[in-house]
């Protein structure tokens, strides 16, 4: 069927479609979806043909036989579907329950352009809005080329077509929420339930040029035949229209400029004119004249990727955030070489230096088709460069130096130390570098390592989330990330490691539920999830309707008691309940225990008051944590990270000491042995490697704001209301009225790294996860090249800071019982980041200026200050990983979180001190406030000197409280002094805040007072 013939049933399907389609609507909604049912009703399912005897379950619906074949006549498709097809069921997902009905396709109505009802093999278009350029006329095009190529083979049924850029139906994850309305879009994202539509049968301009493909394919098959690879531009090319999007913009600076050599040739096309020019100058077969070629994406949904795929030339693929039908096939190593978003430039020329030393390695000369995708790189591991490249600049901390023979530039990866390859390809086979003491991320471009079959990290110290990247190794056999830092769910993802024989997570933060999908594993046999803080039940048998991972199974049952090999497993010292699944009782008593099962056999499990999530106030707590951990040493021969128990233990073994000497004890022995110095503060050096970026996933929760919503928020940046060295803090309101203040970071762009990268986006989702009254919330941040910006953005507290009351003012607004208020606020905000938080939150400068306050002077706890460590040696980097690196004693080291904790106990003292006293932490002529104070702490008798005497109504009974609180806290000894656990509670039991205090304090009852009399 000619293009002419296809565009002219176009035109009358359009124009005629009115007076059919009201027919064909009930015929179509009976035939595809069958009978509405009720919302939370499962539905039977549909099966396309999508080649020759290939059935693949795709929507729910009332199961019909597919059409008769074509003749034996008609040219036949491949007999097996394209991979690329299980993104369908992906798609599909939210309506896995429910079945699509008549009233959801009648809801997407207000986002559609058109609605497409296939029926007998015909094709009906109802117009609904004016589409961009003459999008839904190519995409009713594209449609008409599917039914002719598959004659006899399309089911019938009926679609809702959006043609804009970006995703339009928010994904909404709950299960009691009703599915979204199914639409049909060019491409999506992880936030949206968008269906994406496979548009694979034409490209072209669609204002001028819309051709079928296969003549496109062919034209660009010839073009390349025209030059060798060897002949071509040895450099990267990328020409495109740079007003879409920053990242478009960026890689211009990649050009040669500056006496800077990128190896790109990087070209703006000017949209307009190009228009006018009826795209003369660019013809798609002319561009293959380069060894390699970029793709960016552009605002979201890209037509250039397949003509830049297709060009027979390495393809330099710029991280995506949007998908569309073909592009999330695409392998990493096999179809592209990924370009981290963080340093594009440095990783341009890494790429393009390593391809063209390798010319023996050069690609195939195959041409990239969406029923035979490119395979030019199965050969090349041009990729396994750039993931080690990856991997070395998560690491911030190498003190036994084991990375140093680790040269990404001009080095052969497979001479690297913990690194072992294959012969002759020289795939990465190994990744050990088990006990090297390495601190920091694990990068997630370890996923692109596809022929990895070990990876074993254990006894190191890496943070953050294991990266779900993980999953898409296929071949890995060895997973070993024991006795780490890591924390935050498993991902899910692994349970597509089909090869997989063992997986050691022991020993980290790890939180949440086991993912079933580890059921799916057929070769594991040995499981250790020990020492980590997993909650919930052991999944044995599962019946999930869906899971969620970017690869996960279409087999729906799940659940530990699938794994047949599994001979080992290890659950022990976790917090989970329900019962032991029977089907792994075989497994000894001691791979179950402290934990809070329901068995009555269970052995040595946690106590009911652990179990119940209560806090540790008894001294069966603190004996049995205390016990569970060294136990669970002897039973393994394995040291438990303390960080995990050793709140827990001190906090118990703490309130048994409160507990039995009393408040009025405590009060009577304020002691202190010498003075201390603030401990806090502390300085770092270090030095820079390579920049790359972090895995978006970390901040996909965390809303973004453009800098120029907050320049028209903050008034243009004009609105000052505080600066250090290495901030400043503006003032904004937001369109909907909400106050804002913005952190904007002080740093040149020429000095900010792949340590700040990391450290910027780390400290962005440790501060997302803070939900406490006494905590500032982040509302969001700002991450902009052009012009450079690092922002972040909190709530707004209206009455400035502690220390403007304390210092600045004359302190009238500060009553001794608002001063109590602020003090037990600040201690329950510590309470929560100390010991509610998994893996802890510190304060980096805890002090009064830290402290804001609300309109009804509620103290709010903010971290202004922990860029100061990290930016003060920001232009002193010269390239390289040192013992002493950046994060030397980076508050995310949770050996590091844990002395923090006690150097904030510390520092609440002094605060404590301040409040009372209204004499800041250090003054030239008077010296340290604790120097000061310690004559009087020391003397119960003197301890009321301690009190501003410009204060009323102060309560002795207080004082004797915050001395007690002050002397525990400013104790030389940091493991003596008590957790914050036991701190708020001293002063919650000590200090009276009733409903009768407040309103004797209130000026509205000494008014009604005063009429009264």
């Known amino acids: 069927m000619s293009s002419i013939i296809l565009m002219s049933m176009a035109a009358s399907f359009t124009a005629g479609v009115a007076a059919t389609l009201s027919t064909v609507a009930s015929k179509t909604h009976q035939a595809f979806f069958g009978r509405s049912e009720p919302h939370g009703a499962a539905a039977p399912a549909i099966h396309f043909a999508c080649g020759l005897g290939n059935q693949v379950t795709t929507t729910p619906c009332q199961t019909r036989t597919p ?44 986002f559609a352009d058109f609605r497409l009802v296939v029926l007998d093999g015909r094709v009906y278009m109802e117009k609904y809005h004016g589409a961009f350029q003459t999008r839904d006329v190519f995409t009713l095009w594209g449609i008409l080329q599917l039914l002719n190529r598959y004659p006899g083979r399309i089911p019938d049924l009926e679609l809702m077509f959006n043609c804009g850029d970006m995703p339009v139906v928010p994904y909404d994850a709950r299960r009691d929420s009703p599915p979204p309305p199914p639409l049909f879009r060019y491409c999506k994202d992880d936030s949206t339930a968008d269906i994406v539509f496979p548009d694979w049968s034409f490209w072209g301009w669609p204002e001028i040029n819309i051709k079928p493909w296969e003549t496109l394919r062919k034209e660009l098959k010839e073009a390349n035949q025209r030059m060798s690879w060897m002949k071509r531009e040895p450099y990267a090319y990328w020409k495109g229209n740079t007003g879409v999007c920053a990242t478009r913009r960026e890689v211009m600076r990649c050009n040669v400029s500056h006496g800077k050599e990128w190896n790109a040739r990087i070209y703006e096309q000017d949209w307009v004119r190009t228009i006018k020019k009826g795209f003369k100058g660019s013809n798609l077969a002319n561009q293959c004249k380069h060894r390699y070629k970029i793709y960016i994406e552009g605002r979201a949904w890209s037509v250039s990727e397949k003509y830049i795929l297709a060009c027979d030339s390495p393809t330099l693929y710029l991280k995506t955030r949007f998908h569309d039908f073909f592009s999330r096939g695409l392998v990493p190593g096999r179809h592209y070489w990924p370009i981290p978003e963080r340093d594009k430039c440095r990783s341009i020329k890494i790429a393009v230096d390593w391809g063209n030393s390798h010319k023996k390695e050069g690609p195939s000369t195959d041409i990239i088709d969406v029923t035979n995708p490119l395979t030019f790189w199965a050969e090349l591991e041009l990729v396994s460069v750039s993931a080690l490249a990856a991997f070395k600049c998560g690491i911030f901390e190498d003190p036994l130096s084991v990375l140093s023979d680790w040269n990404t530039v001009d080095g052969d990866p497979c001479n690297w130390t913990g690194v072992i390859c294959s012969k002759p390809r020289s795939s990465v086979l190994t990744l050990n570098l088990s006990g090297s003491s390495l601190k920091g991320f694990l990068a997630p471009e370890i996923g692109s390592l596809s022929s990895l079959q070990e990876l074993i990290l254990n006894n190191n110290l890496f943070l953050g989330t294991i990266p779900k990247q993980i999953g898409m190794l296929k071949n890995l056999s060895i997973l070993d990330l024991s006795v780490n830092r890591f924390t935050d769910p498993i991902p899910p993802e692994l349970g597509n490691l089909t090869n997989i024989t063992k997986i050691n997570l022991h020993s980290n933060g790890l939180t949440g539920n086991i993912p079933p999908e580890l059921g799916k594993l057929k070769n594991l046999m040995e499981l250790r999830l020990d020492r980590n803080r997993l909650k919930g039940s052991i999944p044995g048998n599962s019946n999930l309707s869906f899971s969620y991972g970017m690869f996960a199974s279409h087999n729906n049952v799940t659940g530990l008691c699938w794994s047949s090999q599994l001979k080992v497993g290890d659950f022990s010292y976790n917090f989970f309940v329900g019962k032991i699944p029977p089907c792994l009782k075989y497994l000894p008593r001691s791979s179950f225990q402290g934990n809070c099962f329901q068995d009555s056999d269970s052995v040595l499990q946690r106590s009911s008051q652990l179990c119940s999530g209560g806090s540790a106030k008894s001294q069966g707590v603190a004996k049995e944590t205390y016990k569970q951990y060294h136990e669970g040493n002897k039973h393994q021969n394995l040291q438990q990270p303390g960080w995990l128990l050793i709140l827990e233990i001190t906090t118990g073994v703490l309130v048994v000491v409160f507990l039995i000497t009393g408040v009025v004890t405590a009060v009577k022995s304020c002691k202190l042995k010498t003075c201390v110095k603030i401990p806090w503060k502390r300085t770092r050096k270090w030095k820079d490697e390579i920049a790359i970026s972090i895995d978006s996933e970390m901040l996909k929760n965390v809303p973004r704001f453009t800098r120029q919503e907050l320049e028209t928020a903050c008034e243009d940046f004009s609105n000052i209301i505080g600066s250090s060295p290495d901030s400043i803090v503006y003032k904004g309101t937001m369109k909907d009225g909400a106050e804002i203040a913005v952190i904007s970071l002080c740093i040149l762009e020429d000095q900010w790294t792949c340590y700040l990268e990391f450290f910027f986006q780390s400290k962005v989702a440790d501060f997302a996860r803070l939900n406490h009254e006494n905590t500032a919330r982040l509302l969001g941040y700002c991450k902009e090249s052009d012009p450079f910006s690092s922002m972040l953005v909190f709530e707004y507290a209206s009455n400035g800071t502690l220390y403007e009351h304390l210092h600045y003012g004359d302190g009238c607004q500060l009553s001794w019982l ?139 009974d207080d004082i004797a409280v915050i001395c007690s609180v002050v002397s525990l806290c400013i104790e030389p000894d940091p493991s003596k002094r008590p957790s914050m656990q036991i701190i708020s509670a001293v002063l919650e039991n000590g200090i009276d805040l009733s409903a009768a205090a407040l309103l004797k304090e209130s000026p509205l009852a000494w008014a009604e007072l005063a009429l009264s009399s």
């Open 67 to 110: 059409p008769a074949p074509p003749s034996a006549s008609s040219p036949l498709p491949s007999p097996s579907c394209p991979d690329y097809f299980r993104w369908i069921h992906e798609d599909l997902r939210p309506w896995s329950h429910t079945g699509i009905t008549p009233d959801m396709v009648a809801g997407a109505q207000k």
């Open 818 to 956: 608002r001063r109590m208020k602020i003090a037990l606020g600040v201690a329950r905000g510590l309470r929560y980041l100390h010991t509610e938080l998994q893996p802890p939150f510190t304060i980096s400068e805890l002090n009064s200026s830290a402290v804001y306050l609300t309109e009804d002077f509620s103290p709010k706890l903010v971290d202004f200050e922990s860029w100061k460590m990290i930016f003060s040696q920001s232009e002193k980097n010269s390239g390289n990983i040192t013992s002493g690196g950046p994060f030397h004693g980076y508050s995310n080291s949770l050996e590091q979180r844990h002395m923090d904790v006690q150097g904030n106990t510390y520092a609440f003292g002094v605060l404590l001190l301040e409040l009372i006293s209204g004499r800041p932490p250090y003054c030239k002529d008077r010296g340290y406030l604790v120097d000061w104070a310690l004559q009087y702490l020391q003397n119960p008798e003197e301890i009321s000197k301690l009190v501003d005497p410009e204060l009323k109504n102060v309560k002795s």
